[in-house]
């Protein structure tokens, strides 16, 4: 099973401030496969990003994500206020889907 | 628009069967493009790949919860459905439904609004 872990676990910036988030596997991950969510409290997760890359419909281009192989990036160019959730990471192979354990990204 | 809603007892009594049945509105289960699939968040932690069914009712389990992890389809009333077998306190969750989408490289793209259920005597 491939593990996916996710740093830093807590993000504390400002809006207006560029957020980084980091999703590193414990093995290689096709780009097709590695997804990104957002979740805020009480609410389902979201989709974000898809094939590492793109982004899903209506997601703001602020959002953006980058990687391959074992290294995959969440970017937030500049944070709006909604942006302030818990990011995860998730990736499938072998007809397996596993999650990061989350970043969250707080308000400074 | 593709809909996905959860139900379900909120209370199960430890070493009982959890059921959960997820319908879905404005789509088919039976399409031959998708995935659909259950996935947990216990209170205070992340989220959790529990399993996931194709139209031709092909499994695929999480291995840490395969031997007590039934997914199913009932295509007569457009719905799919979660049992997990010997519960306890550890199976506290969230519980999401969502579908796969094979243009968004299988990522859960629609998701349900999610069901809580406790397991407590």
């Known amino acids: 099973e491939i593990v996916l872990t996710q740093s830093p676990g807590t993000l504390s910036l400002s809006p207006g401030e560029r957020a980084t988030l980091s999703c590193r596997a414990s093995?290689?991950?096709?780009?097709?496969?590695l997804a990104w969510y957002q979740q805020k409290p009480g609410q389902a997760p979201r989709l974000l990003i898809y094939g590492a890359s793109s982004r899903a419909t209506g997601i703001p281009a602020r959002f953006s994500g980058s990687g391959s192989g074992t290294d995959f990036t969440l970017t937030i160019s500049r944070l709006e206020p909604e942006d302030f959730a818990v990011y995860y990471c998730?990736?499938?192979?072998?007809?397996?889907?596993?999650f990061g354990q989350g970043t969250k990204v707080e308000i400074k | 628009q593709l809909q996905l809603q959860e139900s379900g007892p909120g209370l199960v009594k430890p070493s009982e069967t959890l059921s959960l049945t997820c319908a879905v509105s404005?789509?088919?289960?039976?399409?031959?493009?998708?995935?659909w699939g259950w996935i947990r968040q216990p209170p205070g932690k992340g989220l959790a790949w529990i399993g996931s069914?194709?139209?031709?009712?092909?499994?695929y389990q999480n291995p840490s919860l395969k031997s007590r992890v039934t997914i199913s389809v009932d295509t007569s009333k457009n719905q799919f459905s979660l049992k997990l077998t010997s519960v306890t306190a550890a199976d506290t969750a969230v519980y999401y439904c969502?579908?796969?989408?094979?243009?968004?490289?299988?990522?859960?793209?629609?998701w349900g609004q999610g069901t809580s259920v406790t397991v407590s005597s």
């Open positions: 093995q290689s991950v096709s780009s097709t496969y």
């Open positions: 069914i194709d139209h031709s009712g092909t499994t």
């Open positions: 998730q990736q499938f192979g072998s007809l397996s889907w596993t």
């Open positions: 969502a579908r796969h989408d094979p243009m968004t490289g299988e990522s859960f793209h629609v």
């Open positions: 404005g789509g088919s289960v039976s399409s031959t493009s998708y995935y």
